[in-house]
Every structure is written in C-alpha cells, then in structure tokens.
C-alpha cells in the first residue's frame, strides 16, 4: 500500500498511475494542499498530459535504489538549496528575537520528538532501531556527571541569557501551525507503523546536519560567522554550537536504518510518503519560528 503524500489516501503498491489520477483530480477541484504539493514538488503547465505520469514517476524514483540519498536531496531541495527556506535565510544573520522564536516553537517540537522518539521504541521489535531511538532520547532525559547536558537546557539557558525566563518558554503555548504539526508527528508515531514514524520524526534533525553540505546543500542552520558575533552571549553560542555538532548528529545512522528495514519491509513508498508530509509539517513549524521571533521584537 503507498499513500498520498498530501492527505494519506492510500493506494495499491506501485500503484501510481491511481496516485497521478487522484492528484489531478484533486488539482481540478483546486485543492489548496494538494495544488500547493504540486506545484512545489513537480511543477508542470498542465497536469493531465501524459508527461504527469511520467514526471511524478521520476519524483519518486531512488538514485541507484538509495531511500537514504532520496530523502537528503528532497530535503534540501525544500530547506537548504538555491531558495533556502525562510528560516534558514534569517539564521545567517539572526537577531535576537529569531534566537527567542526559534526557542519558544522548538522547545515544544522537542517535546514531541521525545514522544515519538518513544512510540518507536514501544512499537518495533527491531533491536538496532530501538538502540538508535534511545540514543536520541536519552541525553534528553539523563543527566551526565550530575549534570542536566540536553539541548532543552542549554536552550533555555540561551533564552535567560537573552533576558527572557525559562518559565515564559516552558508554560507558553506554540503558534497554530506548530500546534497542527505537532499532532500530525503524534498521530503518525502512535497509529502508523513505526516505519513511517522514523521516516516523519529521524528525518527532520537533517536541518542541523553539517553532512548535508557534501551533498548539495547551499546553506547550513546558520553562517559560521554568526559565532563570531560580539553582542550574542556566550550562551546562545554554547546551544548553537551543541545542535550542529557532528557528534550530536545521527541523521545518517536514522536513514540507513530506514532504507535497511524500509527494504526488508517493502515499505520504501510508505516512508517516501511520510516523509513528505512530515517535511510539510516542518516548513510551517519553521515559518511559526519566524512568526513568533517578531513577538520578540523590541524586548
Ligand atoms: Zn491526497
């Protein structure tokens, strides 16, 4: 079974002439999602030539049967290429406000990435993806050396030092959109097959990956020069650092595990899928970053 990367409909495997007919249908109904999906992922002047077909065929076929290779070039494509989502664009000069943004809407992905993190754990027999799970989830969760090291903490450190309380980001709410993210990312990890949780959830910490660079990416999170910045406190720097440090990073271990089992599993378009509408997910949780920086304007 493949689903439709806009709404999930599900169709026969392999079946994507069915999944061309649906999108079209939909695109002559001026469905905003799926016209949306369609004219950022193959955009065509007519969607009901033969050429459809043939374009979203391409769209979702592997280089050199590579699940892995296929989820690192869409992601850039949509995040980190040529038109670098906005975010990302604001990163490589940030202000303050975008550091406080970025805070009070991540700190409540973070938490759901814990979840589901979990989910994947409780509902998979498969030893190395529950070790790889746990190994995200626990600096999180533990201390080391008496010592609370997880991200949380170093970013509401950021945020005292930026003269905000942690209280402010801990008990505030996130913007709608992050909200509607949020429940999607549970809703998959609890229902779907583990699977397609990993392909929702150990995808999107490609955003911190410095690998990416050597695979075409134009941009990383943010300009190195940004660290060299007088006016931003020691502390920002400390949690800036700690998220794109290659050690912190296991982007790559997640997406050869998704291809290995994805493979085994006959569930490479289940995850393909997924991943697409966990990436949309993401692009209105960054632009919710962006939206709740201005909030920050002028404190
Ligand atoms: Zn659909």
Redesign the pocket.
Known sequence: MSK?P??A?SFRKNDLESLAK?LQM?NERNDAA?VGWLREYIPMDNYNGGAFSTALADFFALPDGDLKSWIEKRFIDRFLGDTPHPFIEAMQKPKKSLFLGFAAEYFFYMKQRIKSCSYIIARTDKYDVQRYEAQIVMPELQDVDGKDRSQRELMLRMCESLGVSRDLIVNGAPLPPTIHSIKMWNQISESDHWLEAMGAINTLDLLHSRVLKERGAKYDLYHKGVLDNEWIPDQVKVFLQYIVDPKNDRTAEGLDLMAKHAKELNMVEEVQSTFLRSADAFDRHLQARLTRSKQFEGK
Request: proline share 0%; aromatic share 0%.
């Open positions: 439709c806009v709404c409909e649906h939909t799926h």
